[in-house]
């Protein structure tokens, strides 16, 4: 392979001065031909003609020697630092808007690219960058009806296509069953869904070769598309999410005694006290003012030689003597 250069395109001679060119391309060429007007000119048909699809062309030839039925599509984000504005007529401004959206990096804050991959066993085919805030939903759909058309002219219409719960909405369902098969996980949002797993008898599931695991299968017809629900029941899963609730039980019990505890602390520093109207109602007295016989005490003021008087409060109005209730 020619590799990658960071190099400017008028010494792009100098480096292909050391590769065979006649084999890698093709006879008659020499590394002279390969200068900057030649390679920009290169440069400016590709982008006419569509870098995507030009690799769609070349990743469908090598689809047919190296990959199997199944196609994964997904979706990742990458964080960028930066400002990264475009101003009206910028030479330098991309098909794609650097924006925030969902970030898969658990960073918020940045703005981001998306990048959707599509992969057939461990050779990627298809790859597009997106804008930060691209739906799934709407892009698997996009991205299906633009390869998968032009992997059906090459390789026929027996692929499958695998998506995860994003791709699952009624629209998709319709718009992509007409022409592809597919495998998607139904987001357990869903009234269906959830009604299928609270019916669901795991002792009655079939048992799979794979140990632990057990399943069963429904017809289903959802956005007026039929289709097969297998829900899979795993033992291992099953133990860790057991596990999960326990602790989670635990805690909330230690926080119920703790709130116990404290209400009861609150209570005993409290006392019932009867005021004027001969209501009684439970309050707290300051330490310094508990002398309920009304009696006078006197007392001197820091640094002064003054003496004052205090009586004894419940709620801040003077009680007389004997109001307080034992």
């Given at each position: 392979a ?6 400017p ?15 890698l391309?093709?006879e ?10 030649v ?8 982008y006419?003609?569509?870098?995507e699809?030009?690799?769609m ?7 047919g020697?190296?990959?199997g039925?199944f196609?994964?599509n ?8 930066g400002?990264h504005?475009?101003?009206?007529g ?17 960073r ?7 990048i959707?991959?599509?992969m ?19 892009h698997?759909?996009?991205?299906v009806k633009e ?5 059906q002219?090459k390789?026929?219409?027996d692929?499958?296509?695998?998506w ?14 007409k ?9 357990e949002?869903?009234?269906e ?6 019916n ?5 599931m ?6 632990g695991y057990?399943?069963?299968s429904t ?13 899979v ?6 133990e860790?999410e ?7 039980m635990?805690?909330?019990k ?7 505890s404290l209400?009861?602390?609150?209570l005993?520093r ?6 004027c ?15 309920c ?7 001197r003021?820091?640094g ?12 801040g109005?003077?009680?007389?003597s ?5």
């Open positions: 020619l590799g990658f250069v960071d190099r395109l008028y010494l792009f001679p100098e480096f292909m001065a050391t590769k065979p060119v006649e084999i391309i093709r008659g060429l020499k590394a002279e031909d390969f200068n900057d007007d390679l920009g000119r290169t440069l400016d048909k590709l006419r003609a569509s870098p699809g030009i690799f062309r070349i990743a469908a030839n090598a689809y020697e190296y990959s039925r196609l994964h997904d979706t990742t984000s990458m964080s960028l630092q400002e504005e475009h101003e009206e910028d030479i330098d401004a991309v098909p794609i808007r650097i924006t925030h959206g969902y970030s898969r990096d658990h918020p804050d940045l703005k981001q690219f998306v959707s991959l599509v057939s066993d461990s050779l990627p085919v298809f790859i597009r960058a997106l804008s930060g805030n691209a739906s799934d939903k709407n698997f759909r996009e991205i390869y998968g058309r032009s992997l002219e390789r026929g219409e692929k499958i296509w695998v995860d719960s994003a791709g699952y909405s009624e629209k998709n369902l319709q718009e992509i069953s022409s592809y098969k597919w495998i998607m996980r139904v987001p949002t869903l009234s869904a959830k009604e299928v797993l609270e669901a008898d795991t002792e009655k079939r048992s799979t070769t794979l140990d057990r399943l069963f017809e289903v017809e959802y956005g007026g598309v039929k289709q097969h629900w297998v829900v029941f795993s033992e291992k899963a099953f860790r057991m596990k999960t609730l326990e602790k989670k635990k805690k909330e230690e926080r119920e005694r703790g709130m116990a209400q009861s602390a609150v005993q409290g006392r019932r006290t009867e005021d109207t001969g209501e009684r109602k439970a309050v707290e007295v300051p330490r310094d003012k508990r002398n016989d009304g009696d006078e005490e006197e007392g003021k820091r002064t030689g003054e003496t004052r008087k205090r009586r004894a409060y419940t709620d109005i003077p009680r007389k004997g109001a307080c209730g034992g």
